[in-house]
T-cell receptor, first 114, second 113 residues
């Protein structure tokens, strides 16, 4: 299994600013994933963070708005840039375990933009 | 990735068995069926995964018919703490490796006293 720590757990930010969310895993993983979950909704995949290469973004998400870093096999960051109230959401980091098909999720970062 | 369809919500009472069915008509040969549970303010948690027939663990059972176009998650004797959202996912995330998970709407289960 994998234990994931996300920081911060929550934040209230002013519109127009940026927030960087950190995701730390207790083991080396090949792929890390970033999701967004708006209130009362399901999870939406933002991007796949690959170590040593640029992240792969899903339709509707762009690098300028959600830049991602993946400096090593245990760590990734997601930045929410130039925030607006519509970015208020929970952002979750996830990793997969090759061989079991089981995914593990962080507790999430609850972001409120005012 | 195969699309899944499951009921938006279900209600049950403590001690009852709950069966949540998921349709995945376009499931591919390499696809596995995986169920996740999500409590409020937490990330999803893996419950069970299967490819065909029946899989059982300490939490739930997963029934998959021969055509694999649907699956049923069975929760025995639910308690109030089983109130959560349950997601059915289909994809090539089984023993051959791990790929991204695409979540559908999920089923919101409410267990009543």
């Amino acid at each position: 299994s994998a234990v994931i720590s996300q920081k911060p757990s929550r934040d209230i930010c002013q519109r127009g600013t940026s927030l960087t969310i950190q995701c730390q895993v207790d083991s080396q993983v090949t792929m890390m994933f970033w999701y967004r979950q708006q209130p009362g909704q399901s999870l939406t995949l933002i991007a796949t963070a690959n170590q040593g290469s640029e992240a792969t973004y899903e339709s509707g998400f762009v690098i300028d708005k959600f830049p991602i870093s993946r400096p090593n096999l245990t760590f990734s960051t997601l930045t929410v840039s130039n925030m607006s109230p519509e970015d208020s959401s929970i952002y979750l980091c996830s990793v997969g375990e090759t061989g079991s098909g089981e995914a593990f999720f962080g507790q999430g970062t609850r972001l409120t933009v005012v | 990735l195969a699309k899944t369809t499951q009921p938006i919500s279900m209600d049950s009472y403590e001690g009852q068995e709950v069966n949540i069915t998921c349709s995945h008509n376009n499931i591919a040969t390499n696809d596995y069926i995986t169920w996740y549970q999500q409590f409020p303010s937490q990330g999803p948690r893996f419950i069970i995964q299967g490819y065909k027939t029946k899989v059982t663990n300490e939490v739930a059972s997963l029934f998959i018919p021969a055509d694999r176009k649907s699956s049923t998650l069975s929760l025995p004797r639910v308690s109030l703490s089983d109130t959560a959202v349950y997601y059915c996912l289909v994809g090539d995330g089984g023993w051959g490796g791990y790929n991204k998970l695409i979540f559908g709407a999920g089923t919101r289960l409410a267990v009543h006293p």
